[in-house]
């Protein structure tokens, strides 16, 4: 499968072929300035190259892989459901069992419909939050990422923050003038939008814990304020629960800090590791999608018998092992531990986690908003990730994204990265 070649030959002849040679921006490197490594295999915690090279994974796909790689009760539901046949493009019951799953996991959903990526879904329910409303304007916050649909790319984290690109050439101004931004965890700036522009707004769409900026929790009573101004001026609320969703809580972020969407978007975990998106939400709005409905959305490969086997199959194994206890002293742990090295080394950090999910920023100041993010220290970062890297630790290559934990993820490893970002805090340090 390697053909001998190891990383750098293959990221040549993938530049020749595939724009940056990759398919999506951030695992080209760049902002690290290393070859991204050419993936043959995982298991497990562990990813290994095409050298043989084997690596504690903490990035897990960008936060699929919640059960580690090649679970075995994944892999046998995935293989049963290719030797049943890959594609129906007719109904099947494997749709809805894992609809069954998501309803009974999120109470805000009363009706599902599945997509083929967190970028689907989101362009489709604010598709759907605009028919409800009758209105056009969306307000979402400064940092966020929701998937890279045009009018989703204002002021949007994930690879635009990465690769610092301002606006997206390709997406008209007027594609982008109906999204209004705030700085999130600022709620007077979000209430002085919605007087401004309240009627005209059919949602607010935010990611319930930021995940696209680096992790920045939200404050309390941020995500209940917007709740409250939603129900004020008769604007939907959308959590985009692509990475919270079985992640921060069974019920995401939902069930994690008490509050209640109109409008849910899934991805990530709910397929598995395969391409998978959700919306869903009340029925009184679900019922307005095609053919039950006028919204018109559809999709070739929607509710694929695989994706969905994947989905079912992670969704029975996390409700049946409730990790979500152990993930978070697994977390506490890291962090506590990278806290301590990094004080040893003298360089000032802030670690932001919920669960599972966190992010070491080079930074003193709390990290609450897209302008505190900017602040952090790119430099002590990329020497932080390369001496990670090289000690065979995989982080995700930018300053702007989350690092995952998942249940594959033994005490021994979280040991491990501790002793190992030792060293990498002490390089981190000299880089500034
Ligand atoms: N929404 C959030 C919160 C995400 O993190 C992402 C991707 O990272 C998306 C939407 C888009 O999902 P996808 O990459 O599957 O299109």
Redesign the pocket.
């Known amino acids: 499968m390697t053909d001998g070649m190891n990383s750098k030959a293959w990221f040549e002849k993938a530049q020749a072929l595939l724009p940056g040679g990759v398919n ?1 921006p951030v695992r080209a490197y760049k902002a690290v300035g290393e070859t991204p490594r050419f993936i043959a295999y995982a298991k497990g915690a562990f990813v290994t190259d095409v050298e043989g090279r084997s690596y504690l994974d903490c990035m897990g796909s ?2 699929p892989m919640i059960l580690g790689h090649a679970h075995p009760r994944v892999v046998d539901a995935v293989q049963l459901a290719a030797s049943n046949g890959t594609s129906f493009g007719t109904c099947s019951p494997l749709e809805v069992e894992l609809a069954e799953r998501v309803v009974a996991a999120f109470p805000g959903i009363e009706k599902v419909r599945f997509v083929n ?6 362009m489709s329910a604010v598709r759907l939050a605009r028919a409800a409303t009758e209105r056009s304007k969306i307000l979402k916050f400064a940092g ?5 649909a045009d009018h989703l790319l204002a002021e949007a984290g ?1 690879g635009i923050a990465t690769l610092g690109i301002p606006a997206t050439p390709g997406v008209p101004k007027e594609f982008t003038q109906p999204t209004l931004t705030a700085p999130y965890n600022d709620l007077a700036s979000v209430e002085r939008l919605m007087e401004e522009h309240g009627r005209d707004i059919a949602c607010i769409l935010v ?1 319930p814990v930021a ?2 900026m680096g992790v920045v929790p939200p404050e309390e009573n941020f995500l209940g304020g917007l709740r409250a101004l939603c129900d004020r001026h008769g604007a939907l609320l959308v959590l ?5 969703g079985f992640r921060v809580a069974y019920g995401g972020a939902q069930e994690r800090y008490g509050v209640r969407a109109d409008l849910t ?1 899934l ?2 975990i709910v397929g598995g590791g395969l ?1 998978v ?1 959700a919306y869903g939400g009340r029925r009184d709005l679900m019922d307005m999608l095609a053919p039950e409905g006028a919204v018109y959305q559809a999709g070739t490969l929607s509710g694929n018998p695989l994706a969905m086997a994947a989905g079912v199959a992670t969704l029975d194994v996390l409700r049946e092992e409730s990790p979500y206890e152990h993930l978070e002293r697994q977390g506490k742990t890291l962090q506590e531990g990278f806290e301590k090295a990094a004080s040893a080394a003298g360089v000032p950090v802030t670690i932001n986690r919920v669960g599972s999910m966190f992010t070491v920023f080079f930074s003193e100041a709390p990290v609450r908003d897209y302008a505190s993010v900017q602040k952090s220290d790119a430099a002590r970062f990329v020497a932080f990730f390369r001496a990670m890297l090289k000690s065979g630790i995989m982080l995700p290559p930018s300053p702007f994204e989350a690092c995952f934990l998942s249940t594959a993820h033994s005490d021994a490893d979280i040991k491990h990265t501790v002793r190992v970002a030792k060293r990498a805090f002490a390089k981190a340090a000299g880089a500034s």
């Open positions: 999506s960008w936060g990526s967190g970028t689907e879904a989101v966020g990422y929701h998937g890279h994930s990611e995940g696209n985009d629960e692509v990475i919270t978007t991805g990530k391409p998106g």
